[in-house]
């Protein structure tokens, strides 16, 4: 009897090791193209990158999670994190900023396991020195069409939710349209952005409006958004409207003072979307909506031409984004968007006159923007979107 049972336990030993061999001892490229492409690729020694790769090393947006538990999540330049990335270990202290050469340099917030917070400047790995900064001012906007006071210069404004509006969760909305640029103004973001805050305030959204930002105003508006956010919960959106650029497969937002000569100035001059993305991470809210409206025709080129680094048209493909999330482009990675003939931009225009209708699910919604906008540009633009959304959502509940 016992050298039955013996047997018995060798023989699940050794059926548990060929298994553990199999399922749990896989290295290499697991899943995806991990060259060029988008996969998963397990190390040696037990750590793990899911992203996008280029030359066989991360490149891109990605999450890398390392042995002991610790996870990176944002950008990757040749296999280093670079640009503006979420990193957390396991003791609950996380860092949100910049990161250059795989070090936090830049600005950046790191929260302690305690929850007190530290934002500041570092350079290489090491604190310089603490952010100290006053709230972006914002006025509350006259939506009283017949009211006598109305603000004509402004650095922000709120749109109060409608009280009629009724809505199951909270939903609060930055918005940022850029025209004054000193090269290739735009004639459409700010009224696009404006537009844009009006019909999100009749979907019962509590919406936070700037327009014509340059790069200090713009960090500091997405920074308090987040805050903003992580204090309320519920449905974040970020509606953005200008130029935008991409180099290196990452996303770039353009401040309208920005100076660009170069490709490699893109980075210094411009405000990354990863910031935008991570403080969704940083917020944990229920929902995210991003839309850009930001696909321009590249104002730069005859300059990116004489440099080796890879800069395209419109943005890049968004590789990883926060768990349901859901991001829109104005048109295809790498394409060009039209400006309108009107007020407004073509897809904010075909996007405002969707999300005023009852009824449409939020991916519908964007269906819908999509084939008046390929219709209305012949083909020449066609929307684009992501999605990691797993709850149903309603501009205007049916």
Known sequence: MLSKQYFCSLISILIFSVLATFSFGQ????????????????YDNGDKY???????VPHGRGAYYNKDGSLYRGPF?????????????????K????????????????????GTQQKGIWRNGTFLETIVEEKTEVVVANTDPLGSKKEEKYVGKFFKALSNIDTTQTRTALIIGNSLYEKAPLKNPVNDAVAMAEELQRSGFDAYVYTDLNQKTMKKAIREFGE????RGGVGLFFYAGHGLQSDGRNFLVPVDAVIAKVQDIEFESVDLGRVLSEFEYAENDMNIIILDACRDNPYKEEFEKSKHASYNGLASIGSAPYNSFIAFSTAPGSVALD????????????LKAMSQKGPGLEDVFKRVRKNVRKSSVGRQIPWESSSVEDDFYFKIP
């Open 95 to 114: 860092y949100i900023g910049e990161y250059q050469n795989n070090m936090r340099h830049g600005e950046g917030i790191y929260t302690f396991s305690d």
């Open 228 to 231: 903003t956010l992580k204090e």
């Open 50 to 56: 899911i992203g996008e790769f280029k030359n066989s």
């Open 340 to 351: 309108g003939k009107g007020v407004n931009g073509l897809y904010t225009q075909e996007l």
């Open 77 to 93: 330049v040749d296999g280093k994190r670079q640009g503006y990335g979420t990193f957390i270990w396991t003791n609950g202290e």
């Open 27 to 42: 290295t290499g490229c697991t899943i995806g193209d991990c060259q060029n492409g988008k996969g998963r690729f397990i």
